[in-house]
């Protein structure tokens, strides 16, 4: 069993090149990062074809409700969704 740190050894500052060299044993590798690039991507284009889609199909509905919501603001909140997980998906590849 190997011998405990004394606290004097645990208070030094730890080396610029071991916290580096720690940090990159447990960096994501390739594989993760395609595939969490792919799903956030994905989901990004599957919100934005789907919600034009009901947009489109419930025209009507949404203009005679009265809402104060009309379709600028929710075509407005599907790009800004569809977008933004776009984004995290171009972020994650890229970072």
Same mark, same amino acid.
């Given at each position: 069993m190997p011998s405990?740190p004394?606290v004097?050894?645990?208070?030094?500052?730890a080396e610029?090149?071991? $916290? !580096?060299?720690?940090q990159q044993?447990?960096y994501? *590798?390739t594989p *993760?990062? !395609?595939?969490? +690039? $792919?799903v956030?991507?994905g989901?990004?284009?599957? /919100? #934005?074809a789907?919600?034009?889609?009901q947009l489109? &199909? =419930?025209?009507? &509905?949404i203009? =005679? +409700? @009265? /809402?104060?919501?009309?379709?600028g603001?929710?075509?407005?909140a599907i #790009?800004v969704l569809?977008? /933004? !997980?776009? @984004? !995290?998906?171009?972020?994650r590849?890229t970072?």
């Open positions: 405990q004394s004097a050894q645990l208070q030094q500052p610029v090149k071991d $916290a !580096l060299a720690l044993q447990h994501d *590798c *993760c990062r !395609l595939m969490g +690039s $792919a956030f991507t989901m990004g284009i599957y /919100s #934005y789907s919600g034009m889609r489109r &199909e =419930r025209n009507v &509905e203009m =005679r +409700s @009265g /809402s104060r919501f009309g379709l603001a929710r075509k407005g #790009y569809s977008g /933004s !997980l776009v @984004g !995290l998906g171009v972020y590849l970072n």
